[in-house]
């Protein structure tokens, strides 16, 4: 596999992920894909604002702000005045987990899964076929945390060492 394909086989997980989630309430703004990111960056990155976000993820700062009203609006995050800008607002995963977290946390990949998987025909996807790739997610999922990307982050904003230098564990 090389990184274009890592990169479109990125994209078709989120596009699962998607599917799979609980819809939100009509008229609800945002999308699962901005909510999805923002929230996954305040997991790894509590007590931070919607300029930082910004930054982290590269979303536009208005996605980030419209992101962060939905999850606010669904009980997701708390948000308290920045002590260094009283303009800004820090913004941090809720203490306890509000009931549409709770639900889309529950809902399993299962049956977007096994519609990914299906044939060109329309065939259903063999069940140990949907198993397997699933055992593969949950793998992937446990060695690729969020602190393993903000370390693969780090490791790109490193420079190279020059030449001749020791190399460093």
Same mark, same amino acid.
């Given at each position: 596999?090389?990184?274009?394909?890592?990169?479109?086989?990125?994209?078709?997980?989120?596009?699962?992920?998607?599917?799979?989630?609980?819809? +939100?309430?009509?008229?609800?703004?945002?999308?699962?894909?901005?909510?999805?990111?923002?929230?996954?960056?305040?997991?790894?990155?509590?007590?931070?604002?919607?300029?930082?976000?910004?930054?982290?993820?590269?979303?536009?700062?208005?996605?980030?702000?419209?992101?962060?009203?939905?999850?606010?609006?669904?009980?997701?995050?708390?948000?308290?005045?920045?002590?260094?800008?009283?303009?800004?607002?820090?913004?941090?995963?809720?203490?306890?987990?509000?009931?549409?977290?709770?639900?889309?946390?529950?809902?399993?990949?299962?049956?977007?899964?096994?519609?990914?998987? +299906?044939?060109?025909?329309?065939?259903?996807?063999?069940?140990?076929?949907?198993?397997?790739?699933?055992?593969?997610?949950?793998?992937?999922?446990?060695?690729?945390?969020?602190?393993?990307?903000?370390?693969?982050?780090?490791?790109?904003?490193?420079?190279?060492?020059?030449?001749?230098?020791?190399?460093?564990?």
């Amino acid at each position: 596999m090389n990184g274009v394909e890592l990169f479109l086989l990125g994209r078709t997980l989120m596009k699962i992920g998607e599917q799979a989630m609980p819809q +939100a309430e009509p008229g609800t703004p945002g999308s699962h894909r901005a909510v999805a990111v923002v929230l996954g960056d305040l997991v790894a990155n509590p007590a931070t604002t919607v300029g930082e976000i910004a930054g982290r993820t590269g979303l536009p700062q208005s996605q980030v702000s419209t992101a962060v009203a939905r999850l606010e609006q669904a009980g997701a995050i708390d948000t308290e005045p920045d002590p260094a800008d009283r303009r800004r607002r820090l913004i941090r995963p809720a203490a306890k987990p509000s009931a549409r977290l709770t639900e889309v946390r529950a809902t399993t990949i299962d049956d977007a899964l096994a519609a990914a998987l +299906a044939g060109p025909d329309g065939a259903a996807a063999q069940p140990d076929t949907v198993r397997e790739v699933a055992e593969a997610l949950d793998l992937l999922a446990r060695r690729l945390t969020p602190s393993v990307a903000a370390r693969a982050r780090a490791l790109d904003a490193t420079p190279p060492p020059s030449p001749g230098a020791p190399a460093t564990p």
